[in-house]
């Protein structure tokens, strides 16, 4: 087959069994890869009711159909499950080299099943695939782990998922490390490995992926990579990386500052880029990128390849954490034991907020250095009483004493460091995504006004349409001017096929919809489309938008135009003519 393996590996950890089926060609042309297509493995084999840490429940990993060839910004590899932080349908998407090593040993993704009785990793050495013992790798952090897993390959450069100590303890923000920096990181994918007694999966390939025309695929490449992907709009991702938005962000008002009371950082200029670049190490890219966004940093003995945006902000700003150092040491802290960054950050800094308002003493206090760092380990060890409490994340620590009013989350899920006050859209966003807070399916803050409402719920309907496709495709988040079109003519010089942008819109579309139907068979309703309190209630200090709230009667006017432009009813259940639009409307769950 051009561009896709053909084959998918199943492993059944009860059974102790590895087998591969044929890739499901029918589907291909519906949901194309990586989100789409474990969406529609996902949702296949297991029912909404399942308890994501249940044998019963499986884990989907897909590659994407342009995933190691040579398309820059392409490679990326998704997770589907259902999230045991969320209750939710999830998807999570690493980048790095994973995904083509995978496809070069002959696989499009993995079926994970069951539950081994004892811990075990997985062996991929082109077609020999073995389950291994990984007793001896048990309580090991991810950086360890992954050398182990190298080792026990026998090959320099193999590439490797991993787990630490938190997802063994099922902590449901655990997450899986991969080439020691990059991550499955939101949601608890590494505590749906741990529930399966899964340390990790190592991987080495020598196989590589057709395509149907050579020279036209490295024409069509080379042509988009010099007059779109290398432009001014995207080139901030090789000069400054993620960091860059520490300025964007302030400058704008929206910077989530002392657990969301304030949208901007009066000392920000110790977290932002230039703290980075005087701090940088050197760069690194995933698979065929030009732009090499992650940088190596270093403070003193403290060293990682990061810290990202997203960290800077909610371990840091949010935390009122100024010490580029401390936020390093945070980060590494995170990658090896085993958490996710934002949702670890986001919960400190929740306790924080309740130690200093007198609702519980945590010992924690904003911009308070020792005892934040402490408290991870303490998270992820389960070692303490407030580390246990932490462990639970935002909404069922806030639950616990009484503070649900400072809890920052949309279905459980904490959210990302973009205040909604200071932008209506990125609350839009937050509310109807499918996996509760995300940045990823719609990221409207560079909107004219961004407290238009109307304006707001259309560019959030588009962009969630159009980056379920463009996760389906595997590319990163930072090719920020691709679009349909050029995904098409790309898939098409590698399939050898036809493909329209018309039909990828469509599939974008229908891979939205059909994790809606999942969440409502879960149980969600449209109740759960909304926003914390504190968003709603508490007007905003500080910055450009202080004194704003996203109040309950216009985030209830967005949320039903939101629906209506879907096509979905006032409750937000999608309608029989538009399942028949998209082909869903014979699909059970
Ligand atoms: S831009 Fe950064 S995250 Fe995206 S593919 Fe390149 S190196 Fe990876």
């Known amino acids: 087959m051009n561009l ?268 932002n880029s230039d703290a980075i670049q005087a701090a940088k190490l050197g760069n690194r890219a995933c698979a065929s990128c030009p732009m090499a966004c992650g940088k190596f940093t270093r403070v003193n003995s403290a060293e990682i390849e990061g810290p990202e945006y997203e960290t800077l902000c909610l371990g840091g700003s949010n935390c009122e954490v100024h010490d580029l150092e401390a936020v390093i040491r945070f980060n590494r802290l995170c990658d090896d034991l085993g958490l996710d960054t934002m949702t670890c950050g986001s919960t400190i800094s929740l306790a924080m907020e309740m130690t200093e308002n007198g609702v519980h003493d945590f010992k924690l206090r904003f911009g308070q250095v020792d005892e934040y760092l402490k408290v991870v380990y303490e998270i992820a060890t389960l070692s303490t009483e407030r580390g246990r409490d932490l462990a639970k994340g935002a909404k069922h620590l806030a639950a616990k004493y009484g503070a649900e009013d400072l809890s920052m989350e949309v279905k459980g899920l904490e959210m990302p460091a973009y205040e909604p006050r200071g932008n209506f859209g990125m609350g839009i966003a937050y509310a109807t995504s499918e996996r509760g807070a995300c940045h990823l399916r719609a990221f409207p803050i560079f909107a004219t006004d961004p407290h238009d409402i109307d304006a707001l719920v259309s560019d959030v309907v588009d962009a969630q349409n159009a980056n379920s496709i463009k996760w389906s495709l595997g590319f990163c988040d930072f090719w920020g001017t691709i679009n349909t079109t050029i995904e098409a003519d790309l898939m098409s010089a590698g399939l050898g096929e036809a493909v329209s942008a018309e039909e990828l819109d469509q599939a974008g579309e229908r891979i939205w919809t059909l ?71 014979k699909k059970t769950l």
């Open 515 to 585: 994790s809606r139907l999942f969440n409502l068979a879960a149980g969600f309703t449209a109740a759960d489309d909304t926003l914390p309190k504190k968003i709603m209630e508490r007007p905003l200090e500080a910055g450009r938008h202080e004194g704003r709230v996203f109040s309950r009667p216009d985030l209830a006017r967005a949320i039903q135009s939101y629906y209506q432009l879907r096509d979905w009813s006032a409750k937000g259940i999608p309608s029989s003519r538009k399942l028949a639009a998209l082909g869903l409307d």
């Open 4 to 271: 896709y393996m053909g084959k998918m590996l199943v492993v059944d950890l009860s059974a102790e069994s590895v087998t591969t089926e044929p890739l499901r060609a029918e589907w291909l042309r519906e949901y194309w890869g990586a989100w789409g297509l474990a969406l529609a493995y996902y949702t296949d084999a297991v029912s909404p009711e399942v308890d994501p840490l249940a044998p019963e429940n499986a884990v989907v990993i897909m590659t994407a159909p342009l995933c190691g060839t040579l398309v820059p910004l392409a490679s990326r590899m998704c997770l589907v499950s259902k999230s045991p932080h969320t209750g939710t349908i999830f998807e999570s998407n690493v980048g790095g080299s994973f995904g083509p090593e995978l496809k070069y040993a002959g696989y499009d993704g993995i079926i994970i099943k069951g539950r081994a009785s004892s811990p075990v990793f997985l062996k991929i050495d082109d077609d020999r695939v073995s389950i291994e013992c990984a007793e001896h790798m048990a309580g090991q952090g991810i950086f360890e782990t992954e050398k182990l897993m190298e080792a026990a390959m026998g090959a320099h450069g193999a590439k490797t998922l991993a787990i630490g100590p938190a997802a063994e303890n099922l902590i449901t923000y655990s997450m899986i490390g991969s080439e020691s920096y990059r991550q499955f990181g939101r949601g608890g994918t590494g505590a749906l490995f741990g529930s399966k007694n899964l340390k990790g999966i190592v991987c080495r390939g020598t196989g590589g992926v057709r395509v149907a025309d050579m020279a036209r695929f490295l024409e069509r490449t080379d042509h988009y990579t010099k007059n779109d992907l290398l432009c001014d709009d995207n080139l901030w991702a090789k000069t400054d990386g993620t960091p860059i938005l520490v300025e964007v962000t302030n400058e704008m008002g929206i910077h989530p500052t002392r657990n969301y009371t304030k949208g901007f950082n009066g000392r920000k200029d110790r977290l």
